[in-house]
């Protein structure tokens, strides 16, 4: 290394030295509607892991909280499609969440949720202390309010045709087809998720936060006193500062959630992104009796792990809410990542474009470090990034196998046989400039690894783990011990041999204990495995004993080598791409489905075949409401600028109907004409770019994802009801 490197180095150390007493590391609290996927992980508690590791073996005073965030619509529109309670639909899912965690290792020390007794009472403490100050501002507006079900309605809860795409199923806020963001007022024909009623305005009160007092303090906090903070994070809170902050309501018109804390508030809640921060407080009250420690004393460093979509209200609203009340610490870092995504595509819960962590489990029993591995060593920190099924094989086989895994299997395996299984001497009298060579290498690793943890840089400490394997590789490889065993049965027939080949497995064997201190933090599993090995205690793991070579005593008996990663087959890759491709489900095509498939829901794969997928049942009055009819198409356009739309002409015997159907992409015009399809005739008209549409015409989906036509098995009179 140069001095100028060094120099770098001890700079950069100087810039991460501790301040402070303690630590609080938050990881974002996940939607409880919903398992765990990859996209998860990779975005914040991979990383917030690995940190709270590191911090742990540095024997710091660390407490690491997280828990189900289980207010919010996502999860009402979930648990009102499913028929049951937003109670079942949170309990179900805290505890699929808690166990995907704990099985992935991520080590919190309380997984909370916020539906619990403490934090109702906190948050809604919080919200009364900010109330008592007369920091909020009072204010009456009109919202969309669905009179059948008697309740004001989230934009989520407002659905409608796309101004720009035309999809029937486009959400208040978004189009998830074209990718729009929208108001419910711009939706054609908007309806009810909940009743199909339409939307009509109606006065309400609600409390707002006035974020733009906040905002001459948030530009010195941020822009001045934090340019240490990551250039993504950074540049977005910038351009909201820029742009001006707004008041923001804090409360809803909703049942589920926690209610607001003041005597005229009936039917309002909390707004789930006031209360769910405050989870993190909560959760640390149930953890500790010394909570307040950790949240109002100023040696506290408080660091956040989020997703880049977290952003705002991690380092704008959630400080400004801490900064008003007054009492509590101020994140010193807030570490967001960008999004992962699988195979070029976006990840999407709805479509099941995902790698679910329950079902990588299945497939890939004790692999829990190669997906660690994966997420870490392709964490998209900078900018969003790609997961391959293809990447996942080659960094298993090619590094985790090829570097790691071979170089602590060839060091045991070597030992065994040239050192009968025990850690030999070390010679100083024979030992050379690529002796000394590796033990700095050594050294400067845990210097660099650990400057590059403090400052959030994983990707790249975790290189530096791996790339001491694989100068310890070369090191082995130039070393050439099994030549120095030259005998006609391989035994070592002088005192000059065997005591080269001591030096070289002394040093292979310390550097072996070093990687499983330095590879701890982010891959765990193996770190145990590797103690096993080695026959020593965790204590081993203590950051102060990395760097050094005397970690394991001269004449200790180790035992026989036990493979860390095993090779991942073509096939095995084949088969879960294959899987990927066939899971998918596109929720929004007019098929058939008038229903949203929302948040976090996971569709049936093809494996739990679809008909799992059942939606809540019904009264035959409902079946008996629809009027389903034989009828025959006998004209077929396509719809100008709507790729999967086509224009049908129904002959329904007493009346020729038109009806949009989003089956472009399926079939051709001409090879569709005289078909006899079955039609919803009493749908209410739509209008879809600008043609109304009169009614539906019924489609069964395959696995994968290809259409057909539902027909009379022999041609009948067109008109003829289906019942
Ligand atoms: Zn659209």
């Not at 079942?88 to 020390?109: C, N, P, W, Y």
């Not at 460093?301 to 952003?311: A, M, P, R, W």
């Not at 474009?353 to 920190?381: Q, T």
């Not at 292979?508 to 590879?519: K, S, Y």
């Amino acid at each position: 290394m140069s001095i100028e490197e060094n120099k770098n180095i001890e700079e950069a150390t100087a810039s991460a030295k501790v301040e402070y007493k303690r630590l609080l590391v938050t990881a974002a609290l996940p939607y409880a509607n919903g398992p765990l996927h990859i996209g998860h992980l990779a975005g914040c508690y991979i990383p917030a892991d690995i940190y709270v590791r590191y911090q742990r073996a540095q024997k710091r005073d660390v407490k690491f909280v997280c828990g189900s965030d289980e207010h919010g619509v996502p999860i009402t529109i979930r648990a009102m499609k499913e028929g049951v309670s937003p109670q079942q639909i949170v309990d179900k899912f805290h505890a699929i969440m808690k166990e995907g965690f704990e099985r992935m290792g991520i080590s919190f020390d309380i997984y909370s949720r916020t539906s619990s007794k403490v934090h109702h009472e906190t948050a809604a403490a919080f919200f009364k202390k900010l109330y008592d100050d007369g920091l909020f501002e009072e204010k009456e507006t009109e919202q969309f309010y669905d009179e059948k079900a008697k309740t004001f309605l989230a934009d989520r809860y407002i659905m409608g045709t796309c101004p720009v795409c035309g999809n029937p199923n486009a959400y208040g806020d978004q189009c998830e087809r074209c990718g729009s963001s929208l108001s419910p007022e711009q939706l054609i024909n908007p309806r009810s998720v909940l009743s199909d009623a339409i939307p009509v305005k109606k006065k309400t009160k609600h409390w707002y936060f006035p974020l733009q007092n906040y905002e001459p303090w948030l530009k010195e906090w941020i822009l001045e006193e934090h340019k240490e903070w990551k250039n993504n994070v950074y540049g977005q809170c910038k351009s909201w500062l820029d742009n001006g902050l707004q008041p923001r309501a804090m409360t809803r018109d909703s049942n589920w959630g926690i209610k607001v804390p003041l005597p005229d508030a009936e039917g309002k809640v909390l707004y789930v992104w006031f209360d769910a921060p405050i989870g993190y407080i909560s959760a640390t009250k149930e953890l500790t009796p010394q909570w307040s420690d950790y949240w109002c004393q100023n040696d506290t460093k408080l660091v956040h792990f989020i997703g880049k979509d977290n952003i705002v209200f991690h380092c704008i609203i959630f400080p400004s809410m801490l900064k008003a009340h007054g009492n509590f610490v101020l994140p010193d870092n807030v570490p967001a990542n960008e999004f992962l995504n699988i195979e070029g595509d976006k990840v999407s819960t709805s479509r099941n474009w995902a790698v679910w962590v329950d079902e990588y489990l299945k497939d890939f029993p004790g692999c829990e470090d190669v997906l660690r591995y994966v997420l870490c060593s392709n964490a998209p920190e900078t900018k969003d990034n790609d997961f391959t099924w293809k990447g996942f094989q080659e960094a298993n086989n090619s590094e985790l196998v090829s570097i790691f895994g071979n170089f602590v299997n060839r060091t045991f395996v070597l030992m065994h046989k040239l050192c009968n299984g025990k850690v030999p001497p070390l010679h100083l009298d024979v030992m050379d400039e690529k002796d000394e060579e590796l033990i700095t290498d050594i050294r400067d690793t845990k210097i660099r690894v650990e400057t590059l943890i403090e400052t959030y840089k994983f990707r790249e400490a975790l290189f530096e783990v791996m790339d001491l394997a694989r100068k310890g590789n070369k090191y082995l490889q130039e070393k050439e011990p099994w030549k120095k065993a030259s005998g006609t049965k391989g035994q070592v027939t002088s005192i000059e041999n065997q005591k080269l080949i001591d030096n070289c497995l002394h040093l292979c064997l310390q550097l072996t204990a070093n990687l499983a201190i330095l590879i701890n933090p982010f891959l765990p599993f193996t770190a145990k495995k590797m103690l096993h090995m080695m026959k020593v205690v965790d204590k081993i793991l203590d950051w102060e004993n990395a760097g050094k070579i005397k970690l394991l005593s001269v004449g200790y008996s180790l035992r026989a080598p036990e493979l860390l990663f095993r090779k991942i087959e073509d096939e095995e890759v084949r088969l879960q791409v294959e899987k990927l491709k066939s899971g998918l489900v596109n929720p929004n095509e007019v098929a058939g489905s008038q229903s949203p498939v929302t948040g976090n829901q996971r569709p049936a794969t093809t494996e739990e075949s679809a008909i799992v997928n059942l939606k809540s049942t019904i009264v035959y009055d409902d079946f008996a409401k629809l009027d389903l009819r034989v009828g025959k198409i006998i004209a077929a356009d396509k719809v100008e600028k709507a790729d999967k739309l086509l224009k049908l002409q129904i002959d329904l015997g007493f009346e020729t109907r038109t009806i949009v159907s989003g089956i472009a992409e399926h079939f051709k015009s001409e090879e569709i004409i005289n078909k006899q399809v079955v039609v919803v005739a009493n749908l209410a008209p739509r209008k879809m770019r600008g043609i109304e549409s009169n009614g539906m015409i019924l489609m069964a989906e395959d696995a994968n994802g290809k259409l057909h036509f539902i027909n009379p098995e022999n041609n009948i009179d067109t008109g003829s009801p289906v019942t």
